[in-house]
């Protein structure tokens, strides 16, 4: 028997059931293993490197799943995509009878650790190589996975006690900022972490909609200080990535919500985009559109403790973009913001009769600063907002680092093992 039909790999799967489809196991994955359609996120076993670098950035624990299978008869892809539930583990009679002659101790390896500079993996530049899955060494402890399909209790209710448009009426971009209060059911937060909201009803294939993960905008202490609550910044999604007129099930759903209506919720999820939390730690934030939200959550709560005298020092740096000055979320609030505590570049892509300016270029116009705030270990950078900024970004940031003479992928592996570079992008 040819001995490729009898090798027992362990194969790489997630869990239909409880993946929320948020995207992140799929832009993590350095070779493009990870694939999906309007049903299922799958691992596609022949391009699998077992390197595990999704892992922990997956929020929900679906995408941690192994099942021993004789290689050649690996779950394919067209077969996982119309899963409902993960197949039962074979027994190992049941390997045997698939695999005959193979030995089933040793056969399936423990996958190897993942390594970022191993030169096996050096191909095209690959933005998600360098984000970190580790949380800066001081940031608090985060909850994740209270309410979800893998706790005792599936999701919570929670209450709007807001809703209101970020941006102006009248245009084809609508963005809603939207409180939701726990009431007295514990919902510890922190800045940086997500929630998943489950909107009600079906999809087209009579399965519940799957929820919807969106960043949380306010402090840990709550929207309004000392209340259960949070807060979110939504956009409605009107057009599908091409262009295409569509209406997104749950940002919809969310920004046509009515104070006092009720919310099925999951989560929090997050343990790695977090703050750091010791004394004169320096954090970069750049973003664009609704990645602002955890960037708002971010300043606000260095905002408070500066407020109550409790401010460590440390610098605040924020590249926020948007087409235009209308169309970025916040921007009143912002302008308020001393300039002693927060240093604010906007970029804006589509002001009438102004050239384009986009949060890469404000990055190589500062590059004297950001170069010694790379340079400094006390620095945190934080990328949120749509996928196609991200790549950019962190090519301007090798750029300045090259610049000042920083050797990039030295920096960039120590960006990612002591958590100082993170990646959120939609
Ligand atoms: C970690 C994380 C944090 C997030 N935080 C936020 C947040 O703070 N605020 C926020 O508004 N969103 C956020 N999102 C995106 C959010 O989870 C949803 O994907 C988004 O609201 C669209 O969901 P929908 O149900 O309205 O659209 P769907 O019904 O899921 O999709 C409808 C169609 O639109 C396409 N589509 C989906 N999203 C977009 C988009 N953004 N632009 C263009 N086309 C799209 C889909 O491919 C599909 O064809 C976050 C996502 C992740 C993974
Ligand atoms: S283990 Fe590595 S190669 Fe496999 S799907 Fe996850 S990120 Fe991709
Ligand atoms: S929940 Fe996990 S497995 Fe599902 S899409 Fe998100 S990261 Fe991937």
Redesign the pocket.
Same mark, same amino acid.
């Given at each position: 028997m040819d001995m490729a039909e009898i090798q027992v790999i362990k194969q790489?799967l997630i869990d239909p059931e409880i993946c929320i489809r948020c995207n992140t $196991?799929e832009a993590? +994955?350095?070779?493009? /293993?990870?694939t999906h359609d309007s049903r299922n996120y799958v691992?596609?076993a022949d391009?699998?490197?077992? +390197?595990? /670098? $999704?892992?922990s950035p997956c929020p929900t624990g679906s995408?941690d799943n192994w099942r021993a299978m004789p290689k050649l008869r690996a779950y394919s892809i067209e077969e996982q995509l119309t899963w409902d539930a993960l197949p039962e583990e074979l027994s190992p009679e049941q390997l045997a009878d698939l695999a005959p002659g193979a030995d089933l101790q040793t056969a399936a390896p423990e996958?190897p650790a993942?390594s970022l500079l191993s030169g096996t993996v050096e191909e095209a530049f690959s933005s998600a190589r360098y984000g970190a899955t580790v949380p800066p060494w001081s940031a608090a402890h985060a909850y994740t996975n209270l309410y979800g399909a893998k706790s005792a209790q599936k999701t919570i209710t929670a209450t709007v006690t807001g809703n209101v448009r970020v941006t102006e009426v009248g245009r084809e971009y609508d963005t809603h900022h939207i409180v939701l209060d726990f009431g007295t059911t514990p919902f510890p937060v922190l800045e940086g972490q997500s929630i998943g909201i489950v909107p009600p009803g079906t999809d087209a294939s009579g399965r519940p909609h799957h929820a919807r993960q969106y960043s949380i905008a306010s402090a840990r202490n709550g929207e309004r200080p000392g209340y259960n609550n949070l807060s979110l910044t939504i956009k409605r999604v009107l057009q599908d990535h091409d262009g295409n007129p569509v209406r997104g099930v749950g940002s919809n759903y969310m920004c046509d919500l009515k104070v006092g209506d009720k919310v099925e919720v999951i989560g929090p999820f997050g343990a790695s985009f977090l703050m750091p939390n010791h004394p004169r730690s320096n954090i970069v934030m750049i973003c664009t559109g609704t990645g602002s939200a955890p960037m708002r959550a971010m300043t606000e709560w260095r905002r408070r403790l500066r407020k109550a005298g409790k401010f460590d020092g440390g610098k605040l740096m924020l590249f926020f973009g948007a087409r235009t000055q209308e169309e970025l979320p916040y921007f009143g609030p912002l302008q308020k913001l001393p300039k002693d505590f927060i240093d604010i570049n906007l970029a804006f892509s589509r002001t009438p009769g102004q050239p384009k300016r986009y949060v890469q270029d404000l990055m190589r116009e500062r590059a004297a600063d950001l170069a010694a705030l790379l340079a400094s270990p006390d620095t945190y950078f934080y990328v949120c907002g749509l996928k196609s900024m991200e790549e950019g970004v962190v090519l301007a940031l090798r750029e300045v680092a090259q610049q000042a003479g920083l050797h990039w992928e030295t920096l960039a592996e120590g960006l990612k093992r002591n958590g100082r570079l993170h990646l959120e992008t939609y």
């Open positions: 790489h $196991c993590t +994955c350095p070779v493009g /293993a990870i691992v596609d391009k699998c490197n077992l +390197c595990m /670098a $999704c892992i995408i996958p993942a």
